[in-house]
């Protein structure tokens, strides 16, 4: 079945990178995706990357994909304290209207 | 672009009292849409799902319903409102162009709290 798993916490300190995994069942996945969420909002899109690609760059933001092993990482860079949120990944299923979303990681930056 | 209205931000509601949250999208014409409930420190789990107005698809099945009388407008709704229906609930929609390649836009979120 389609699952995605994420670890729930990740404490680092500002200025260090922060490096938030997630693994994913279906290998029908066409789409994955990070998403941000702060406080009592909404989630925001923050990067997306495309099954036959390993790695995707956008400033400070870094999307590693092992096909083979089904992992995505999400690298940030500099972090700061500003980056702390929830983080979300998720899988578009080929075919499927659905996002499979993960239960999130709380990235904490600690001053 | 594209944008999505929800409201209101917050609601308290007794057990057993009705319900209708609104979600309204801006900026996209004929968009899939979709409910969502985030419990407290939990992850995303999808409701309802809709790809043209009247044609719902239901995920989970409870005491919730969902509508869509037009097409930027996506409804969700209960006759009698449980305890274990508190959450966030989130309104989420993509525009045809690609379908999902390009992620969601989500609303704001609705936080639910039944008394």
């Known amino acids: 079945g389609e699952d995605v798993e994420q670890s729930l916490f990740l404490s680092v300190r500002e200025g260090d990178s922060s490096v938030i995994n997630c693994t994913y069942t279906d290998s029908s996945s066409t789409y994955l995706y990070w998403y941000k969420q702060e406080p009592g909002a909404g989630l925001q899109l923050l990067t997306y990357?495309?099954?036959?690609?390993d790695m995707k760059q956008d400033q400070r933001l870094t999307v590693l994909l092992n096909k083979k092993d089904k992992h995505l990482s999400l690298r940030i860079a500099d972090t700061q304290t500003g980056d702390s949120a929830i983080y979300f990944c998720?899988?578009?299923?080929?075919?499927?209207?659905?996002?499979?979303f993960g239960a999130g990681t709380r990235l904490f930056v600690k001053a | 672009s594209q944008t999505i209205h929800q409201w209101p931000a917050t609601l308290v509601q007794p057990v057993g009292s009705p319900l209708s949250l609104e979600c309204t999208v801006e900026g996209t014409s004929n968009p899939n849409l979709y409910w969502y409930r985030q419990a407290a420190g939990r992850g995303l789990q999808l409701l309802f799902y809709s790809v043209g107005i009247g044609q719902i698809s239901s995920e989970v099945p409870q005491n919730l319903s969902a509508s869509r009388p037009q097409d930027r407008q996506f409804i969700l709704s209960s006759k009698k409102l449980l305890l274990s229906d508190s959450g966030f609930y989130l309104c989420a929609g993509e525009g045809r162009q690609g379908r999902s390649n390009y992620g969601y836009t989500f609303g704001s979120g609705t936080r639910l709290t039944v008394v």
């Open positions: 990357i495309f099954s036959n690609m």
């Open positions: 998720a899988e578009s299923i080929t075919g499927g209207f659905k996002t499979i």
